[in-house]
């Protein structure tokens, strides 16, 4: 398989940490290039990894050259760019959430399967073992009949949000963290269809982002209660009760890659019992895998399935909470 040459378009903290080295230490994937509009930080990343830089994204799309588009600017402008690179040609990786709106997510699944190119949405966490494990746990039965999840994903309120406070960019806290347990339990879960019972969306700010929300959601026997914030101090978990015991563990979504994860098990009496799983750079499994498939018609194809499925429990967690804002 020839090797694959991939752009990075958008420059924020996030690429510079996580993504550009990923890509730098995968096999099968060259960073050809990196495109952004900030002219000083492409200029950098041109010397510090010797590869090609862009300005204009309309030059970057004619190149012939190019692969991938490895797509990190601000959510509202997912839809477009993204929409341009698959015209182009481009396997197109997104930044979650793939778009702010579920019609725009439909349409950029549309084009790809018409060009028959992959699109992947980057929940980095879904291939580390923990995430892994996790499913392994409840697939196995160990235990019993689940009746309860209960997930959270807060941060504090950051120094430098950037566009996390703009609403013209894209700025929400369900689309920044809340996300993060919305796509867990469609990934724990993915043949079930899952009814959303109540939402809310909190806004007490004037900036009219909204910094904070909740849901329940429902199927069979199952109730699933998920929070998210980005005002509150740091909570970043799951917690899985069933018939014969339940299992809890941290930092499920976020996490460096030299983090032990670990399971904290009660058996049906209340007995507690730990197991660790093992550390791993999320990123760099993420990427290796987009890379591995990146031919395969199946996996592609679950992959835009998975996209939808997420798009539209998000839409509707968002409308009900829209109602109910608070």
Not at 78 to 105: D, I, M, R, V
Not at 140 to 165: H, K, V
Not at 180 to 202: C, M
Request: with cysteine; hydrophobic share 40%; aromatic share 8%.
């Amino acid at each position: 398989m020839k090797i694959l040459n991939a752009v990075v378009w958008g420059l924020g903290r996030h690429a510079i940490k996580n993504i550009i080295p990923a890509i730098q230490e995968c096999k099968g994937i060259n960073l050809y290039g990196v495109c952004s509009r900030n002219k000083d930080i492409v200029a950098k990343i041109v010397i510090d990894y010797k590869c090609k830089g862009w300005l204009d994204p309309k030059l970057m799309l004619d190149d012939n050259e190019v692969d991938i588009v490895y797509l990190a600017t601000p959510i509202a402008l997912h839809f477009s760019q993204g929409e341009a690179s698959l015209l182009a040609s481009k396997h197109l990786w997104c930044e979650k959430p793939f778009t702010q709106q579920l019609n725009q997510t439909e349409e950029l699944v549309n084009i790809s399967r018409i060009k028959g190119i992959s699109i992947r949405e980057s929940f980095m966490y879904l291939y580390h073992p923990q995430f892994l494990h996790l499913r392994k746990i409840i697939k196995s039965g160990r235990l019993g009949e689940i009746q309860n999840i209960y997930c959270r994903f807060g941060i504090p309120p950051l120094e430098n949000p950037g566009f996390r406070n703009s609403i013209e960019l894209g700025g929400s806290a369900i689309s920044d963290v809340g996300c993060y347990p919305i796509s867990i339990i469609t990934a724990l879960f993915p043949e079930e269809e899952i009814e959303v019972i109540t939402s809310e969306i909190d806004n007490r700010q004037v900036d009219a982002v909204d910094k904070s929300g909740r849901t329940v959601l429902r199927f069979g026997k199952l109730n699933i209660i998920l929070e998210w914030s980005t005002i509150t101090s740091y909570r970043n978990e799951i917690d899985i009760w069933g018939t014969d015991g339940s299992v809890f563990t941290d930092r499920i979504f976020s996490k460096s890659k030299e983090y032990t994860p670990y399971f904290n098990f009660k058996d049906i009496h209340g007995n507690i019992d730990r197991e660790d799983s093992l550390p791993a750079n999320h990123f760099l499994e993420m990427i290796t895998e987009f890379v591995e498939n990146i031919a395969d018609k199946e996996n592609i194809e679950r992959e835009r399935k998975m996209i939808l499925k997420r798009a539209r429990l998000m839409d509707k967690i968002l409308n009900i909470g829209i109602l109910n804002q608070v």
